[in-house]
């Protein structure tokens, strides 16, 4: 199983960016999938996750600027940000909770993909 993501870049501030990830393997179900970041210095922190029913859960710093959305026949997550500020930069990196086909057995595991750098200019 891997997740592949894409997007991210340079914006200036108040624009918008967009970062997509795919999942591929031998996938039995994607639970959770989601975004999380990491500024330098700073612990890696929660940006927004969906269920694959469809629940959302976005942190605080950017609720209301930023939408999840996934598109479960595809295996991929999306994540679009506007009115981007300074302290939006960072690597984001997409995260999936997979249940997936182990030999005999289905086992479930929590993936990260590379991450993919945001920066914000002034």
């Known amino acids: 199983v891997q997740l592949q993501a894409s997007g991210g870049g340079l914006v200036q501030a108040g624009g918008s960016l967009s970062l997509s990830c795919t999942a591929s393997?031998?996938?039995?179900?994607?639970?959770?999938m989601g975004w999380y970041r990491q500024a330098p210095g700073k612990q890696r922190e929660l940006v927004a996750t969906a269920t694959n029913g469809g629940g959302t859960r976005y942190a605080d710093s950017v609720r209301g600027r930023c939408t999840i959305s996934r598109d479960n026949a595809k295996n991929t997550v999306a994540l679009r940000m506007n009115s981007l500020k300074s302290e939006d930069a960072a690597v984001y990196y997409c995260?999936?909770?997979?249940?997936?086909?182990?030999?005999?057995?289905?086992?479930?595991?929590?993936?990260w993909g590379q991450g993919t750098q945001v920066t914000v200019s002034s």
């Open positions: 995260n999936a909770r997979i249940t997936y086909y182990g030999g005999s057995a289905l086992i479930t595991e929590d993936y």
């Open positions: 393997g031998s996938i039995f179900r994607i639970h959770r």
